[in-house]
């Protein structure tokens, strides 16, 4: 019996880190946690972690483009003056039509 047919494969003598990166980002890694701390029955602290780690790519994929959409995302991001009007305006416009739309019902 020879020697190098005896040999287990091994995912890290075939795949090198650069692979395995890409495969991670390409598919995507969740992790997800919960820390609760107690005492004597009463809740005191809850804190939910999630964590995933993908590419640009996959998370547009399922769905998660929050730092093109949050406005607080980074200091660069500020709206400016006329910007911000216009959003209160717009603002302003769907709490009158909600506002008639409660009444209706």
């Known amino acids: 019996m020879s020697t190098q047919n005896s040999r287990l494969p091994s995912a890290t003598a075939s795949s090198s880190v650069a692979d ?25 602290l809850t804190i939910q972690i999630r964590l995933i780690v993908c590419s640009i790519d996959k998370a547009r994929e399922i769905g998660m483009d929050w730092w093109n959409t949050d406005i607080k995302s980074s200091d660069e991001e500020r709206l400016s003056g006329q910007e911000a009007s216009d959003l209160a305006q717009r603002l302003e416009s769907l709490e009158a039509k909600l506002a008639s739309v409660k009444q209706a019902y």
């Open 20 to 44: 395995i990166l890409e495969r991670v980002l390409d598919k995507g890694v969740v992790i997800t946690g919960d820390i609760r701390i107690k005492l004597v029955d009463i809740e005191l």
